[in-house]
């Protein structure tokens, strides 16, 4: 008889970069590839209110749940699709189901005080038939747009959707930027998975309901989506239970056990929350990790079972606690650089707080602290020495409590090149037959590179780091090329020349 609890859930971690996985730090790569313009979605959707739900009524087949309109995509994307609905009733029924699983994340414990970074839609395009595949009365197959099918492996409660292109391909039509997938199934059997593909997309799977009466549904949803909450460096959780249905199938997956920080093999030489012991509740409980022999961190713990909606143990507390932080950016409204490096300058950001307020902000010069608890910080540049470049940070932390290794507390970085010395850079020596010149400057309309050597490459890019021109095959001592577009502001230009030799220009561009 089969065991009346979730089988197995995650059998594959096989990519730590999620598909649309941001950068922790708000500074831009060099690159020339422009940011991406905000999705047509929020125009769309830009009724609902930041905090709140959706607006009466419900739209087919897109749908925003709530939405952070200071952060936009910064935020954390999740988007819930459905499967096996036939007609716009399933749909509205589904929808209400969705606005209570919300209601249900929001009072998860790490969840809570930054529920305001969670941007929630769904997307509900009609099956032709109802429901999940298999099921339990035999071998049955159902016309479902995602091919969502129980008893994978020979595992009655596994579900797992089978045609993921078409389940991507329907997200990616109107959340481009989405972090987390999650397939609802219209199917009123329970059962779920949490699966990591090979290409680094995840989607977590779970039903509408459940065949006996038990409402599970939001259990399950919770316990999943911890399977595809991969932080990088820190590992998933994985699955606390014993099944020994699902044990032969689990050990022949290539899955390293030691990257899951919920579970081990060894009490006293891989002791991966040591740090969490002497917390009520923290131990080495046996019988974890699908198979024997293995060991979880606390005797009470929704990653233990779904039944009576334990809460999350601190161990599993702090990994999806670190992970949601490197998923977001609150950091907003940089100030830009002054367009002259004299006199008084004041360097602003905004920061969009948790709930709880848990954030420790911190400036540094040169990376030396020069303030702390502030949000902006006038800099007189007559005290900053000019015989040199500086760099300016505003560094934002999270020590939420969660966290309780400090080790996992990712910053946010926002940084300023404070070019009060206009100077080459990359060069031994320069002789003085080596010349190089950007002319005019400031600039207009069009400016010159030149050089006293064939010049092989230009960038020109912000004060950001983001790039905003680039010619790799210049081939020739001089370069003329069109600023007139560029925003007011100060830019940087790199040439390298034949030789290999590099060489750095502030530039000014002015209306």
Same mark, same amino acid.
């Given at each position: 008889?089969?065991?009346?609890?979730?089988?197995?859930?995650?059998?594959?971690?096989?990519?730590?970069?999620?598909?649309?996985?941001?950068?922790?730090?708000?500074?831009?790569?060099?690159?020339?590839?422009?940011?991406?313009?905000?999705?047509?979605?929020?125009?769309?959707?830009?009724?609902?209110?930041?905090?709140?739900?959706?607006?009466?009524?419900?739209?087919?087949?897109?749908?925003?749940?709530?939405?952070?309109?200071?952060?936009?995509?910064?935020?954390?994307?999740?988007?819930?699709?459905?499967?096996?609905?036939?007609?716009?009733?399933?749909?509205?029924?589904?929808?209400?189901?969705?606005?209570?699983?919300?209601?249900?994340?929001?009072?998860?414990?790490?969840?809570?005080?930054?529920?305001?970074?969670?941007?929630?839609?769904?997307?509900?395009?009609?099956?032709?038939?109802?429901?999940?595949?298999?099921?339990?009365?035999?071998?049955?197959?159902?016309?479902?747009?995602?091919?969502?099918?129980?008893?994978?492996?020979?595992?009655?409660?596994?579900?797992?959707? !089978?045609?993921? #292109? =078409? @389940?991507?391909?329907? +997200?990616?039509?109107?959340? %481009?930027?989405?972090? &987390?997938?999650?397939?609802?199934?219209?199917?009123?059997?329970?059962?779920?998975?949490?699966?990591?593909?090979?290409?680094?997309?995840?989607?977590?799977?779970?039903?509408?309901?459940?065949?006996?009466?038990?409402?599970?549904?939001?259990?399950?949803?919770?316990?999943?989506?911890?399977?595809?909450?991969?932080?990088?460096?820190?590992?998933?959780?994985?699955? !606390?239970?014993? #099944? =020994? @249905?699902?044990?032969? +199938?689990?050990?022949?997956? %290539?899955?390293?056990? &030691?990257?899951?920080?919920?579970?081990?093999?060894?009490?006293?030489?891989?002791?991966?929350?040591?740090?969490?012991?002497?917390?009520?509740?923290?131990?080495?409980?046996?019988?974890?990790?699908?198979?024997?022999?293995?060991?979880?961190?606390?005797?009470?713990?929704?990653?233990?079972?779904?039944?009576?909606?334990?809460?999350?143990?601190?161990?599993?507390? !702090?990994?999806?606690?670190?992970?949601?932080?490197?998923?977001?950016?609150?950091?907003?409204?940089?100030?830009?650089?002054?367009?002259?490096?004299?006199?008084?300058?004041?360097?602003?950001?905004?920061?969009?707080?948790?709930?709880?307020?848990?954030?420790?902000?911190?400036?540094?010069?040169?990376?030396?602290?020069?303030?702390?608890?502030?949000?902006?910080?006038?800099?007189?540049?007559?005290?900053?020495?000019?015989?040199?470049?500086?760099?300016?940070?505003?560094?934002?932390?999270?020590?939420?409590?969660?966290?309780?290794?400090?080790?996992?507390?990712?910053?946010?970085?926002?940084?300023?090149?404070?070019?009060?010395?206009?100077?080459?850079?990359?060069?031994?020596?320069?002789?003085?037959?080596?010349?190089?010149?950007?002319?005019?400057?400031?600039?207009?309309?069009?400016?010159?590179?030149?050089?006293?050597?064939?010049?092989?490459?230009?960038?020109?890019?912000?004060?950001?780091?983001?790039?905003?021109?680039?010619?790799?095959?210049?081939?020739?001592?001089?370069?003329?090329?069109?600023?007139?577009?560029?925003?007011?502001?100060?830019?940087?230009?790199?040439?390298?020349?034949?030789?290999?030799?590099?060489?750095?220009?502030?530039?000014?561009?002015?209306?």
């Amino acid at each position: 008889m089969f065991p009346h609890r979730l089988a197995v859930i995650l059998f594959v971690l096989l990519s730590l970069s999620g598909n649309a996985q941001r950068s922790i730090t708000s500074q831009f790569q060099s690159s020339c590839v422009s940011p991406p313009p905000p999705p047509a979605f929020v125009a769309q959707d830009s009724g609902v209110a930041e905090t709140g739900s959706r607006s009466v009524g419900y739209k087919i087949p897109f749908d925003t749940i709530r939405f952070n309109h200071v952060l936009g995509t910064q935020a954390f994307d999740v988007v819930v699709c459905f499967d096996g609905v036939i007609n716009s009733s399933q749909i509205a029924n589904a929808d209400r189901y969705v606005d209570s699983l919300v209601k249900t994340l929001e009072s998860i414990a790490q969840y809570n005080p930054r529920f305001k970074y969670f941007n929630v839609y769904r997307v509900a395009k009609i099956s032709n038939e109802q429901g999940a595949a298999w099921g339990f009365a035999g071998d049955t197959n159902v016309d479902n747009r995602y091919g969502s099918r129980f008893n994978k492996y020979g595992l009655p409660r596994l579900i797992l959707p !089978e045609k993921y #292109d =078409t @389940l991507f391909a329907d +997200i990616e039509q109107f959340v %481009p930027q989405y972090d &987390l997938a999650l397939n609802l199934c219209y199917d009123k059997k329970y059962g779920g998975s949490g699966w990591n593909l090979y290409d680094g997309r995840k989607v977590a799977s779970f039903t509408l309901d459940e065949q006996t009466g038990w409402h599970l549904g939001d259990e399950v949803a919770c316990h999943e989506m911890q399977h595809i909450m991969p932080f990088a460096g820190h590992g998933f959780l994985g699955d !606390e239970y014993e #099944d =020994t @249905l699902a044990c032969p +199938i689990y050990d022949t997956i %290539p899955i390293s056990y &030691l990257i899951s920080p919920n579970f081990t093999g060894d009490t006293f030489l891989d002791r991966k929350w040591e740090h969490c012991m002497g917390l009520p509740g923290i131990g080495f409980y046996p019988n974890a990790g699908i198979c024997p022999n293995h060991y979880r961190p606390a005797d009470n713990c929704i990653m233990h079972q779904v039944f009576g909606f334990p809460a999350f143990c601190p161990v599993c507390r !702090e990994n999806s606690t670190a992970w949601l932080d490197s998923m977001i950016n609150p950091v907003y409204n940089v100030s830009p650089l002054p367009l002259s490096f004299s006199g008084g300058y004041t360097f602003k950001v905004s920061v969009d707080t948790p709930f709880a307020n848990t954030f420790l902000y911190q400036w540094l010069l040169d990376d030396t602290l020069v303030a702390t608890s502030v949000d902006s910080l006038t800099l007189n540049f007559s005290q900053v020495s000019n015989s040199v470049n500086h760099t300016l940070k505003f560094v934002c932390t999270d020590v939420d409590g969660h966290i309780i290794d400090t080790t996992l507390r990712r910053p946010w970085i926002t940084s300023w090149n404070l070019l009060t010395k206009d100077t080459a850079v990359g060069v031994s020596v320069i002789s003085q037959s080596e010349i190089f010149s950007v002319t005019p400057n400031p600039a207009k309309t069009e400016v010159s590179i030149q050089s006293s050597s064939l010049i092989k490459s230009v960038t020109i890019t912000d004060m950001l780091g983001r790039c905003v021109f680039r010619n790799d095959t210049v081939n020739n001592p001089l370069l003329r090329t069109d600023v007139s577009t560029l925003t007011k502001g100060v830019y940087i230009v790199t040439a390298v020349t034949k030789s290999g030799k590099g060489f750095t220009r502030k530039l000014v561009v002015s209306f």
